[in-house]
């Protein structure tokens, strides 16, 4: 049963399945869309999938290697007959790879990082934006729409609490690479936009949940939530640039972050 029907009989593909994408899986289907789960963890994909109100199904993939990625997406067409929209979510903190300051960091935190933040979402790109390309356009010539993921570190950083450098550039690129995309494709039909969270209370947080010095400056640097946001604060962006009421939208940047991005206010300690 939808909300609103925002998404009613929309066919939108998911990434992730924990955190974000979990929600916004939950409001997409509410909205009355059929939504296509992907996630590296089966059982978590699995699980989402088959809690949502309306149709859903699910693929298991690694989302940095390309093959995994088409046959996924393939899935999701062969199950729905197309894709009108797609929320690419999956991705996380790269500190088990090394990410740190640059002066500190290896190679392989570099590549590790950047693979699972930037080669994700880029690969779920191309192969969803393939397939928006050859399908037929809807109504006034739109063939459908994506959301990135970036952050609020990208564009307002904070090294004393969060000096992950290379988490910082992959989502930064990520903003470059929807601008480019929608650039291009807007002949199309095709939009490509970004959502920006700030500190959002998911599994990837928990660190920073347990540690005091970020609790509180959280707590003055998002002040409109006071403290951190939810996963429902980023998935109510996300549906309003899947849905109609952006279908002249594209191109840009919805930061969701609290405030962050506006509000001075010194880190009060380092995180460990």
């Known amino acids: 049963m939808s909300d609103t029907g925002r998404l ?3 066919i939108v593909v998911i990434t992730g ?3 974000i994408a979990a929600a916004a899986a939950r409001r997409a289907s509410d909205e009355g869309a059929s939504v296509f789960v992907v996630s590296r963890t089966s059982d978590h994909a699995r699980d989402l999938a088959t809690s949502l109100s309306g149709p859903a199904a699910w693929a298991q993939a690694d989302l940095t290697e390309q093959a995994e990625v088409e046959a996924a997406i393939g899935a999701a067409v062969s199950r729905f007959g197309r894709i009108d929209g797609c929320f690419s979510v999956a991705g996380g903190s790269g500190r088990r790879f090394g990410d740190g300051p640059i002066h500190a960091m290896t190679a392989a935190g570099w590549d590790g990082t950047l693979n699972l933040n930037l080669r994700s979402q880029a690969l779920v790109a191309a192969a969803v934006t393939h397939q928006m390309r050859a399908q037929t356009a809807g109504p006034a010539g739109a063939r459908g729409s994506i959301v990135l993921v970036s952050s609020v570190l990208a564009a307002s950083p904070v090294p004393e609490l969060f000096a992950t450098h290379a988490y910082a550039a992959a989502k930064g690129a990520i903003v470059s690479l929807a601008r480019t995309m929608a650039a291009t494709y807007a002949g199309d039909g095709i939009r490509v936009n970004v959502v920006a969270p700030g500190l959002t209370e998911t599994p990837m947080s928990q660190r920073a949940a347990e540690d005091p010095a970020t609790v509180e400056f959280v707590h003055r640097k998002q ?7 939810t996963a429902d604060d980023i998935a109510h962006a996300a ?29 009060a300690g380092a995180a460990t």
């Open 239 to 267: 549906i309003y640039l899947l849905a109609n009421e952006s279908r002249a939208v594209t191109g840009q940047v919805l930061t969701v972050d609290g405030g962050w991005s506006v509000t001075a206010a010194a880190a």
């Open 223 to 229: 002040p409109l939530v006071h403290g951190f946001l």
């Open 8 to 10: 009613q009989d929309r």
């Open 17 to 19: 399945s924990t955190g």
